[in-house]
């Protein structure tokens, strides 16, 4: 018998996962992808792949990966990816090459339990307490029982409950070596089977907050690893910008005045004033926020500096800060946690201060508010360099993959987003047969995007496409705007499920969506990608617009002013391929596997009435195209 030892063989006719999976395809696309793979892990090589829904990327690489014998780190981009790599994927290769490759799951601070602010909300007698008792009387009985301290592990207490943050840590409240619990912290034990695994698993900001705090030359979380896998590589340019920058948060704030008053709780510095002080610096910092404005927003820090009285409300909140600083400076002898909130505002005093300077051009000062807060930001003009320095010239291989990573072919913009001009590229076609499967409809009398009555002109096809299809549609808009509206339009006028975004967790209304069989879903956001739903709970994916980001984005403004002074056009280097990526993963909600039928239906005429809708063609899969609603409704009635 011959002994398979490449991962394209391990794959095809004659491997181990022909006889483990019920409906295992073979796949060349996905043997040529994990051959290359291979070979870039073999030569310490950069590889960007792009492999196309149904490939199977996630075998393609985690094959090779385990056949290299290598320490290896795979970067997903969300938890419920990691879970699925490690309690799914990574247990059947390793069963199917019998590998003794020993496996680490290692999620970020806030997802396990801290023992220390614990115990601190259990004793806190200040009478703060924004969360029902009962949750954290639920998180204190589980904190008995748990090996792993994961908070996955508990149900009845929300997602959203402030009690979350007052059990976790974060990289600037943990007190470090310095903590009683230091021994048996779940955070530690998470972070030593890490470092002893073979194969590391984690999501993309963990791995990118890791690089960050290097740079800053504080301890490593993760190990140092041969090579480093990004699955779902397409989220990395956005995550290593939010990573790679600097910034204050009133959130940020708010939580050192909580952790001082419990700090003095139990360490007790006896200086006098010491609630006055906290209490004044909370007002400060929601004076500050009142004087942005009451609605949410963001910005470039001109027009933050340009709102009547802002200014004396960021100075005011400086002097208290530095006040508070001061206050902590003499309290910080006093024990542990309270020299721990003493960096953390030398810290923040340090930032405000960097960020009233106008003298670093790489950097961009912007802010932006939500419901609850504000944040100032100072942000790369570009991570090119620094993301190439510190992720990809370490002597490893790193190989960067998603369906959804060229424009119209090419990975030029990728590669320059991260400074990768130098790595190989690679790009490997699904299974799916697009023109028998699918059909992309046009509609030939929608308004133009711009118009008022565009949402409403979207909504009254939908109706009509629900209709013809008995429900199974989903409706992605490309802003919050949109979809409310077009979710107060249909309230009330189906004769079938309507589920709209915002109504539960994400993960909930899509298994509700997909046990329903007939429903209709509203998504924006992160409900553009990540969405699997196979079979015939979904016939139709509609989108409104194109999905260009917003033109008074202050880091797209300011990244396009210096794309400008280049002599480019930054709409063709910035905004259209960035909108090419995000439709590529919006259309691929559409057919996921070799059975799957559906409609595309894109209501933006640009695509015909623009030289640049060239691009967004060129780019999606090969459907066939259509003007006429009457093919649209006989394909349906035959899906």
Known sequence: MTILTDASSLLGTDGPFTRLLDNYRIR??????????????????????????????TLAYLVPALLSGKKVLVSTGTRHLQDQL????????????????????????????????????????????????????????????????????????????RVWSDVTSTVDNCIGTKCGHYDDCFVNTARKDAMEADIVVV??????????????????????????????????????????????????????????????????????????????????AKECRLAIGTSISKGSWSQLESLSGFSDSLESLKQGLQQMLELLKSAAAAGDQLENCYERTQ??????????????????????????????????????????????????????????????????????????????????????????????????DMPDPGDADHTGSVVELAE??????????????????????????????????LMVQGEAPRHELLERFRNAGDAVLLGTGSFWEGVDVKGDA????????????????????????????MGLNPFMTLQLPQAVVALRQGAGRLIRSVDDKGVFILCDNRLVSKSYGKIFTRSLPAMKRTRDFSEVSAFLERA
């Not at 950069?46 to 829904?53: D, P, Q, Y």
């Not at 896998?229 to 600097?246: C, G, K, L, R």
């Not at 424009?407 to 990768?420: A, D, E, R």
């Open 538 to 565: 979904l016939s139709v994916v509609m989108i409104d617009k194109f999905p260009f980001a917003a033109p008074d984005d202050p880091v797209l403004q300011a990244r396009s002013k210096a794309v400008r002074s």
């Open 347 to 444: 810290v923040l005093v340090d930032r405000l201060a960097a960020l009233g300077q106008d003298s670093n051009e790489e950097a961009i000062r912007w802010y932006e508010t939500s419901k609850t807060g504000f944040r100032f930001h100072s942000t790369p003009l570009s991570i090119a360099d620094k993301f190439r320095e510190l992720v990809c010239e370490q002597d490893r291989s790193v190989i960067f993959t998603s369906a959804t990573l060229a424009v119209s072919g090419s990975f030029n913009h990728y590669q320059q987003q991260l400074g990768l001009e130098a790595a190989s590229t690679g790009i490997w076609p699904g299974p799916f047969n697009y023109a028998e499967q699918s059909l992309f409809y046009l509609p030939e």
């Open 28 to 57: 060349e696309s996905q043997q040529q992808m994990a051959s290359r793979i291979e070979q870039a892990m073999a030569n310490k090589e950069i590889l960007i792949a792009e492999s196309g829904t149904g490939t199977g990327k």
């Open 86 to 161: 490690y309690k799914q994927d990574l247990p059947l290769v390793r069963r199917a090459l019998e590998v003794p490759a020993s496996m680490a799951l290692l999620k970020g601070r806030s997802n396990y339990l801290c023992r220390l602010r614990l115990e601190q909300a259990e004793h806190d007698q200040s009478g703060y307490r924004p969360y029902p008792h009962v949750d954290l009387a639920v998180i204190s009985k589980w904190s008995l029982t748990t090996l792993h301290g994961d908070v996955a592990e508990v149900s009845g207490v929300p997602e959203q409950s």
């Open 203 to 284: 999501n993309h900001h963990l791995f990118l907050a890791d690089v960050a705090l290097k740079e800053e030359g504080f301890g490593q979380l993760l190990p140092k690893v041969d090579v480093v896998i990004f699955d779902e590589a397409h989220q990395v340019p956005d995550t290593a910008s939010m990573y790679f920058s600097t910034g204050v948060s009133q959130r940020q704030i708010l939580d050192i005045c909580r952790d001082a008053q419990l700090a003095e709780i139990t360490e007790k510095s006896g200086i006098a004033g010491f609630e006055q002080r906290v209490n004044e610096l909370e007002k400060q």
């Open 464 to 497: 009509k496409l629900i209709k013809i299809s008995r429900g199974r549609v989903f409706m992605l808009f490309t802003s919050y705007r949109a979809l409310n509206a077009a979710a107060s339009m249909l309230e009330g006028r189906l004769d079938y499920p």
